[in-house]
Each structure stands twice: as structure tokens, then as C-alpha cells.
């Protein structure tokens, strides 16, 4: 097998898991990967670091490296923190509003339906999360970008894992509809299709799916192009 870069190794556990082809809490044995994958050890350990720091897996000592298990309770309690602090978010962007603050949202929800396009799930997870950061940080309010993207993080693998590629769109469809309000400076209207959105999102995540395949090299070998 060719030798595999770490960026590949990551890409190729990343679609494992998103493709449900890996559950949360199945252990990654760095032996295992380096076989599979024809590299060292040393190159296994750099992709699960990264893939740690980007809270798809959980390294810990003595054990290892695991798919990481959020909380369905927790993601549920994110959710409703979101709803409490971006209505007021919300309210807050439509009274600075600026025509470059929408174009540069309007630029981000394209951007959006460039992956879903793509058909780039990692990818179009980490840009409708960031939807709602990049309002945070054009108001010039790094605290609460910097507490939203805390937030988002926390439920990021069960929105990667368990969102739809048809929720997905319609996440994004009801973006473009919040911009419209913003750019209209409709406050209430705005605050509306934010808390919508968000429930919408809450209630599309499908935690009954059935378990995958908690086989490493069987989930694995599928994800070969």
C-alpha cells in the first residue's frame, strides 16, 4: 500500500465516521491504523491529535484513541442555550446592520451551498456551524464568537454524525431566509427564523440511527476510493 500523508489518514477516519461507518466510542489502535494505512506509528499519532483538537476523537492515557460519544442530553442542552443567546444575537446584528456585514454573509451562504454541492459532509458541517459565528465576529464581539464557537464544538460530531444530507440543505435554505430578514432589518422576523432554525436542526438530528460497524479495518476498507 502506498505510504498515506497524515492530512489523507485524517480525511479517510473522518469519512468513516461521518459515513457511519464508525460509532462513537470505537477504539482507534494506532497499530492497526499504521498497518492499514502503511505508515508509522508516528504519522498515526499526528492525524489523531488532529482529529482530537477538531473533537472527532478522545485520546486518553493509558487507553488510547476512541471515536469521540457526545451526550444526546448535552447536545440538547446546547441547543437551548443557542436559542437563548443568538435571539438576542440576532436582535443585536439587525441594529448594526451594514451592507458589507450582508455581503459578507451572503458570501458565507454561498460558500455553503458550494460544499453541499460537493457533496463534502465535513465540510458543510464546519460551514453551517459557522454561520453563526461569522455574526458573532461581525459584530466585533470575539467573546461571543468565541463562546458560540465553544457551543457549537460541544455538538459539532453529533451534527457531523446524525444530520442528514436533506437536513443539511434545508439548514442552509433557512440561512439565506435569516439574511433576507437581517438585510431587510426585520428584528422580529429575524429572531423568528433564528430560533426556528435552530429547533429545526435539534429535531433533524436522528439519534435512532442504527449502530455501524464498530470493526476498525472493515470501516476502514470501505472508505477506500
Known sequence: MESSTTSSIVEALTRAIVDHRLHPGAKLAEQKLADHFGVSRTLVRQALFQLAQNRLITLEPARGAFVAKPSVAEARQVFSVRRMLEAEMTRAFVRSITPAKIRALRAHVASEKAALDRADVG????????????????????????LLGDLISRCALITLVYQST????????????????????????????????????????????????????????????
Open 123 to 146: 465540510q458543510r458541517t464546519e460551514l453551517l456551524g459557522d454561520f453563526h459565528v461569522r455574526m458573532a465576529e461581525l459584530m466585533g464581539n470575539d467573546v461571543l464568537a468565541q
Open 166 to 225: 436533506t437536513a443539511a440543505e434545508h439548514s442552509h435554505g433557512e440561512h439565506g431566509q435569516i439574511v433576507d430578514a437581517l438585510a431587510a432589518r426585520d428584528e422580529e422576523r429575524a429572531v423568528q427564523l433564528m430560533q426556528a432554525h435552530l429547533l429545526h436542526v435539534e429535531e433533524g438530528l436522528a439519534f435512532d440511527r442504527e449502530p455501524p460497524s464498530n470493526d476498525l479495518s472493515m470501516a476502514l476498507s470501505s472508505a477506500a476510493p
